[in-house]
């Protein structure tokens, strides 16, 4: 397994700001993922972001809307633009350890008021 | 696309006994793994257990253990002995062979009763 911390673990923000989530995992990944889980739902792949190469979206997100960034083989930031009270949700970082698990930082809760 | 079927939104259970959460999941694939992640309060997603489709033995972990059904595409998990640290959501999870996007069913609110 391996040790992901995101930084913010929550925060309130208003409409019409951006925020910007950090995962950091405690070994070097190739792959890492952004999830959004809406309240009282399932989680939904924002995209996959592979070190030193552009991140690839899911259907239903862009890069104007959730940049992100990886700069390195232990470190990923997403940043919510422009945000409506929509984007209200949990984000969620996982790293695939093994090309078939993966494991999951503690999220971290966004409200938009 | 592959889809992911949990139909018990809530469940419940006394302490100290056995619960079976149901999945079932849509797939044209042959290779693929299946998942149970547990997402207590503190909102830590938490692997539970792991299944791979080529693996007739059904997977156990401690006092977790699957039910798996190829055929029928079922993937059900049993927790023995509850304790209240297993009140938790649920989910199910499939990942096709060479792929990362892992696709989670709506979840199960499992509450353990002291």
């Known amino acids: 397994s391996a040790v992901i911390s995101q930084k913010p673990s929550r925060d309130i923000c208003q409409r019409g700001t951006s925020l910007t989530i950090q995962c950091q995992v405690d070994?070097?990944?190739?792959?890492m993922f952004w999830y959004r889980q809406q309240p009282g739902q399932s989680l939904t792949l924002i995209a996959t972001?592979?070190?030193?190469?552009?991140?690839?979206?899911e259907s239903g997100f862009v890069i104007d809307k959730f940049p992100i960034s990886r700069p390195n083989l232990t470190f990923s930031t997403l940043t919510v633009s422009n945000m409506s009270p929509e984007d209200s949700s949990i984000y969620l970082c996982?790293?695939?350890?093994?090309?078939?698990?993966?494991?999951f930082g503690p999220g971290t809760r966004l409200t938009v008021t | 696309a592959q889809t992911v079927t949990q139909s018990q939104p809530e469940m419940s259970v006394q302490e100290a006994e056995t619960v079976t959460l149901s999945c079932t999941y849509d797939?044209?694939?042959?290779?693929?793994?299946l998942f149970w992640y547990k997402q207590p309060p503190s909102r830590q997603m938490i692997l539970v257990i792991r299944q791979e489709a080529y693996k007739q033995q059904n997977a156990t972990e401690n006092r977790f253990s699957v039910n798996f059904q190829k055929a029928a595409k079922s993937f059900s998990l049993k927790i023995s002995d509850s304790q209240l640290g297993d009140t938790a959501m649920y989910f199910c999870?499939?990942?096709?062979?060479?792929?990362?996007?892992?696709?989670f069913g709506a979840g199960t609110r499992l509450t353990v009763k002291p």
């Open positions: 797939t044209s694939e042959n290779n693929y793994y």
């Open positions: 972001a592979n070190q030193g190469s552009e991140a690839t979206y």
């Open positions: 070994s070097q990944v190739t792959m």
């Open positions: 999870a499939f990942l096709k062979y060479n792929n990362n996007d892992m696709r």
């Open positions: 996982s790293v695939d350890l093994s090309g078939y698990e993966q494991y």
